[in-house]
């Protein structure tokens, strides 16, 4: 299983953007989806999670401006990102919880995809 996060670039403060996490594999099932962001010098913290039933979780400091959704079919998720902030500024990651039936074995992990860097100007 790969995860492959896009979507990041440089925005003005107030602006949006949307991230968008595709999960790959040959015979897979995805369960929980997140995403976390690490700002220079800071620790890596989870911004935003989602069951495969869609129910979601936020960090204090994105409530209200960022949203995170999925498509199952598509094994995708995405997180949209509103009136963003310079101190939004971060490499942002995607994670998720993972079963994998492709092998001789069924395989459960949790698989990081690469940041998509989100710089936002003040």
């Known amino acids: 299983v790969q995860l492959q996060a896009s979507g990041g670039g440089l925005v003005q403060a107030g602006g949006s953007l949307r991230l968008s996490c595709a999960a790959s594999?040959?015979?897979?099932?995805?369960?929980?989806m997140r995403w976390y962001r690490q700002a220079l010098g800071k620790e890596r913290e989870l911004v935003a999670s989602?069951?495969?039933?869609?129910?979601?979780n936020y960090a204090d400091s994105v409530k209200g401006r960022f949203t995170i959704s999925r498509d199952n079919a598509k094994k995708m998720a995405y997180l949209q990102m509103n009136t963003l902030r310079p101190e939004d500024t971060a490499v942002y990651y995607c994670?998720?919880?993972?079963?994998?039936?492709?092998?001789?074995?069924?395989?459960?992990?949790?698989?990081w995809g690469q940041g998509t860097l989100v710089t936002v100007s003040s």
């Open positions: 994670n998720a919880d993972y079963v994998d039936f492709g092998g001789p074995e069924v395989v459960a992990g949790r698989k």
């Open positions: 594999g040959s015979s897979f099932r995805i369960d929980d």
């Open positions: 989602i069951t495969s039933g869609g129910s979601t």
